[in-house]
């Protein structure tokens, strides 16, 4: 049942004028979910976003939020959701602890005592104005703001942006807390390594195409190992080339060079035993370098 779930896009399209922002996006993110949502600048998270929100209505598709319209049902919607956005948007005279009241009396709650724990846990001083805050502060404002009210879904637009590492593992472990007491969250980024810490499956977007939705464990799978082999004798490079899977392949005189997904593994080094082998090497790539490569794939045949 839509009811069930945190969010449901259906042939979600947007354009504007004769630009094409959305083209046939079509998601779910389950409860208890991390669904990291990646893409470079400009590929069509934010605009997913802010139809998810009812900022924007989509030109065709729907686009649901535990059964709700987004568009028609937005106030409901609101209720249910804690959004910290790309870039904070904050009261520059309030300070942190009167943005949380004021948002508790927004929200008819009592979530002053959530906040300031939550405050605490990001070492986020509340008595400063807004407008006199770094921008990592103002970012962990608007994390605390997301988060006290304990919503069904947290949408999260680059969040941790201008967060130093030891925060950003705070902002991590309230992410695991807020998954175990069945949350969702939805985590839009451009950048896989802190995406990889969190999410349990992560959706690939390029230019307003959803190009591959994949587990993170599968993802792994696929990821690259970068071999390096120094012979004896001279090998002859079309043994090696024809090999399917291999990436950046160098062969010169005595040595090999390349990239290869786990499944090319086996064929490649079935090959270098051939021959009278000096040295050999494997490594696996970071994470980030195996996503890349996947990403500038799928972008070479969707075009």
């Not at 399209?13 to 600048?41: D, H, W």
């Not at 005592?113 to 070492?123: N, P, T």
């Not at 939805?186 to 990889?196: D, I, N, P």
């Not at 004798?233 to 040595?255: E, K, M, W």
């Amino acid at each position: 049942m839509d009811e069930d779930l945190p969010v449901r896009l259906s042939g979600l399209r947007k354009r504007f004028g004769t630009s094409v922002a959305l083209e046939g996006v079509s998601l779910t993110i389950e409860p208890g979910e991390v669904f990291g949502y990646l893409g470079p600048n400009g590929a069509g998270k934010t605009t997913t976003i802010r139809i998810l929100l009812g900022m924007l209505r989509p030109s065709s598709g729907t686009a649901r939020v535990f059964g709700l319209d987004s568009w028609r049902e937005s106030v409901a919607v609101h209720r249910l959701v804690g959004y910290v956005p790309g870039e904070s948007a904050l009261y520059r005279r309030l300070t942190g602890r009167q943005h949380i009241d004021y948002f508790a009396h927004l929200r008819h709650r009592e979530d002053d005592a959530r906040g300031a724990v939550l405050a605490a846990d990001l070492d986020l001083d509340l008595d400063r104005p807004a407008g006199a805050l770094s921008r990592g502060n103002r970012q962990k404002l608007s994390i605390v703001l997301a988060l006290m009210s304990e919503p069904r879904l947290l949408i999260l637009d680059e969040p941790t942006s201008g967060l130093d590492p030891l925060v950003q593992q705070a902002f991590h472990a309230m992410l695991r807390s807020h998954t175990e007491r069945g949350g969702s969250v939805l985590f839009s980024s451009h950048v896989l390594g802190e995406v990889q810490r969190v999410a349990d499956r992560i959706g690939v977007i390029r230019l307003g195409q959803l190009i591959a939705v994949e587990r993170l464990d599968e993802l792994r799978a696929k990821s690259l190992h970068r071999v390096r082999a120094s012979f004896v004798d001279p090998v002859p490079v079309d043994r090696f080339s024809a090999l399917p899977g291999l990436q950046g392949l160098v062969v010169t005189d005595r040595t090999l060079q390349c990239s290869a997904p786990q499944w090319a593994l086996d064929g490649l080094l079935k090959r270098v035993a051939e021959h009278s082998v000096e040295d050999f090497e494997c490594a696996e790539a970071d994470l980030d370098e195996s996503f890349m490569s996947y990403y500038a794939r799928e972008a070479t045949d969707a075009s």
